[in-house]
């Protein structure tokens, strides 16, 4: 049988198989649900300081596929510290935890996930043109915490010049890329000839 095994940023995985941050990984029982499936590693469920308030259907399949209107943890930061977390971390998997979304909200989240985190997955959903925003909070991050950080891009127009800002601000590696939607807003328009 193929060795599966990959070591990257320190942390070693059984296999490179994770699950992304999202409905999969919403709460500690799925984090364990993933691992029963044989993930090689844990991304939980993006937190803030507020819960989300996903509206409901959020979810339509496509032909081909499923768009999603998923936001963060709609599970308060209380309970995955006090909870959810250590069902993670029970698994015995590396477990990258996400957070977003501003610098101040990061940074603070940042000191009360540390004592389960493998690693941190910051999500800003930030689209404009100025970095400045997205290097804050991985410099927010980077300050509480001594574990790998990685952030995860939103499709942006301008996505190397972050990157590479990104890069040189400490990032220890890049997701790519988060969510493309709200599904509600997008529309079907025919292309004119």
């Known amino acids: 049988m193929a060795k599966l095994s990959v070591e990257f940023c320190g942390l070693s995985f059984s296999n490179p198989v994770m699950p992304a941050a999202g409905p999969p990984v919403k709460d500690g029982a799925m984090c364990q649900a993933a691992a029963l499936g044989g993930a090689g590693g844990l991304v939980t469920k993006t937190i803030s300081v507020q819960p989300a308030e996903v509206p409901r259907p959020c979810m339509a399949e496509i032909?081909?596929?499923?768009?999603?209107?998923?936001?963060?943890?709609?599970?308060?930061?209380?309970?995955?510290?006090?909870?959810?977390?250590?069902?993670?971390?029970?698994?015995?998997?590396?477990?990258?935890?996400?957070?977003?979304?501003?610098?101040?909200?990061?940074?603070?989240?940042?000191?009360?996930?540390?004592?389960?985190?493998?690693?941190l997955e910051l999500s800003t959903h930030y689209v404009g043109k100025d970095i400045t925003p997205i290097v804050d909070a991985l410099k927010a991050a980077k300050a509480a915490v001594d574990v790998p950080v990685f952030v995860k891009l939103s499709p942006h127009t301008n996505i190397q010049e972050i990157a590479v800002a990104l890069e040189a601000a400490g990032a220890d590696g890049l997701v790519m890329i988060n969510s493309f939607g709200p599904a509600w807003e997008l529309t079907w328009r025919p292309v004119s000839p």
Not at 69 to 85: A, G
Not at 89 to 102: A, Q
């Open 63 to 119: 032909k081909g596929g499923f768009l999603n209107t998923e936001l963060w943890s709609e599970l308060p930061k209380e309970q995955w510290i006090e909870k959810e977390y250590q069902m993670a971390k029970d698994t015995g998997l590396p477990v990258i935890i996400g957070l977003g979304y501003t610098a101040e909200q990061i940074g603070q989240l940042a000191k009360l996930v540390k004592p389960y985190a493998d690693g």
